[in-house]
Structure formats: C-alpha cells, structure tokens
C-alpha cells in the first residue's frame, strides 16, 4: 500500500497536467485509456488490490441500445488514478442462453467489487433486470473471481432480504398483504407513499426491491449492501454474510419517501456518509448527504453537496462511488456519471475532489482534476 500511496500522491501534487495529460484529468472530456479509447466503465467503482486501482463499470454501446448490457462489465487498471490500462471484460453477458439471468440484453448496472478476506475472493454485486421487463425486476446479481480483474463467474440473481423484516420494521408494515394490485409505480417522483402503503411488506415473502446500490466494507470487514427499494422511495442498507455472497438478513430502511438513487457510502472520522441523488432517470438533478455515527442510524440528511454553477444538478453527473485515497485521511475523490442515453457508450466521468467542511461534504467544480 505504501508505494500505491506514494505513486498516487506525486500526480495529486502536480500543479497542472503534463505533455500528454498525465497526472491530471478533465471531468466531462474524453477520457482515453492505454489504447487511446474512451474508458468504457459506467456507474463503476474500485477496488484496491495488489497496489493497483481497479476501476469496474458498465461496458455501453452505441445508441440507445447501449442502456442495456450488450457486452457486461469492464474492468481497467491504474497506478495512479490518472493512467488506465484496458483488463478486458470482467463479467461476459451469456450470448448462447436467452433464458440466463445475465443473457445480453438484460439490465446490468452499477457494478461494484470488494475483497473477501475470507474465501480471498473478488465479489461483485450488480443491479440485474432480467431481459425484456424493464426495471420490474429490481433484482441484485452476484459474480465471484480469484482474481481481481476476473474473469468473474455469475453465482445467482436475488431479491435481497427474503424473509426477513428489517430492523426498525414498523408494526404497520408487520404483514404481507399484498398491495393493491391496480396501483402502478412508476419509480421516480411519485407521490409520497402513505404509511399504510405496504411496498415492504409486499415483497417481504420474496425479496425486497434492489436497484441503484452501491457495497461498503467497514473497517471491521463487515460488508453492507446499500440499495434503493420499494419502487425506489426508501433505502435499505443491508449487511452482508460472510462470504459477501449473500445477505445476512439484518437490514434496515432509512429516508423514507425521499427517493434516493445512486447511493454511495464512506466513513470519515468514525462517521458514516451517504452522497446520494434525486430520482429522475437518466436526467441530472440536485445531490443528497447524509451522516450517521452508526450505520444502523439514525441517519441526519445533510445538505446537497455540490456547491457553485450547475450544483443544483450536480455538475450534470450522479453519483457512483467515492474512494477514500489511500495515505491521504480527510481526501476523497467523487466519482460520478454524466449520462448520455441517447449514445450511451459516450458518458462521461465526473470526477472531482470531495472535502469535508466539518460533516458536511462537499464537491466543487474544477476544469483539471489533479488533487
Ligand atoms: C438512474 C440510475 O441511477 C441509473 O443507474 C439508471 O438506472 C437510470 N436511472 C435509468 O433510468
């Protein structure tokens, strides 16, 4: 770790980008990888291994076709956060098998990966759609590899939580009746749900809803699993089992009716944050923040942490992951996604330094990230 840290540091204390950029980054530009292609890693995160960074993400193609998985999850390597080498496709969707839960032409997104130090494995959990329904599925999928750039094998697609009722589960919601059939979710800017509205009682027997997640392991190696559910109008954060392979059923739901996609956790002096968005597709909207001492709440929402031109849409990006830099306490990096579903392989990265001003984050704008 210490060399990671030092190879890291050096670019970071450069003051502007060298002859060919390197040591610095333009969030919102084309950003090449070792072959000189537009890094294809959406909605991605990294992992740190074997003094590397590795940056996973969705692999998009061209046109509108390129929202669903057409080729599955890309992986890249960096010493330095700056320069990326192409490691391939970690996760190949199924071409041979229509009826497979990652056949191309699912839904694969905002794949993450973290190490078990058990099994010493790499698992990746993903948003997963099953082909064909659009976001009804609202499931979560499991890969595992020996190695950190994989290849990574697909292990199950579940509804996290089966059976399971949360920790701070409401004695109204203590049931499974089934919510009116006739009531249609659209997902994004609903109304807000009456208590009595019982989403988490409803797919308590089956599952709970997963879709925008996001994993985080604590410094004791407990890993959650992070994810918007019931139709998107809460948020679960879940811990998971051992292995990481599964949960443990041991979850709870905070931000009740707020909508919140995008989630994305990290701990800072004993305390646990939340950098979230709004609901609102692939459009951009104002940035959430959160802080909780425990992880199991209670959870403060804090302010939007963007600050200046265009934070009420967070620099045009969502959020999908903040990495804590190694040997640097108190420096983050935010990374976030400027969406373009029109062409979906071109979305950009906006990566940007995230500070903390006592609890509250905050991200600024910055036309050369270098630190
Ligand atoms: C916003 C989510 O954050 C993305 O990951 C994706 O699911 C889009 N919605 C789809 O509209």
Redesign the pocket.
Known sequence: MRRLTLLLLAPLLLPACGPKGEGTFAPGEIWPDNNGVHINAH?GGILIADDTYYWFGEHKTEGTAG?SAQVGVHCYSSKDLYQWKDEGIALAVVTDDTTHSITKGC?L??PKVIYNRKNNQYVMWF?LEPKGAG?SGAMSGIAVADRPAGPYVFLKAIRPNAGAWPLNVQDIHRTTTPVDGSQTFSG?NLPTHPDSLNLLGRDMPGGQMA??MNLFVDDDGTAYHIYASEENSTLHISQLDEDYTGCSGRYARFFVNRFM??PVMFKHEGNYYLIM?G????APNAGRSAVASSIWGPWEELENPFRGEEAELSFRS?STYVLPLPGAPGRFMYMG?R?T?NDAIDGRYIWLPLRMEGKQPVIEWNNRTNG
């Open positions: 909605g929202n839904i997104e905002r948003h976001y994004g879709r925008d996609e995008a968005s609901c609102t597709g692939w969502q996604d969406w579903p």
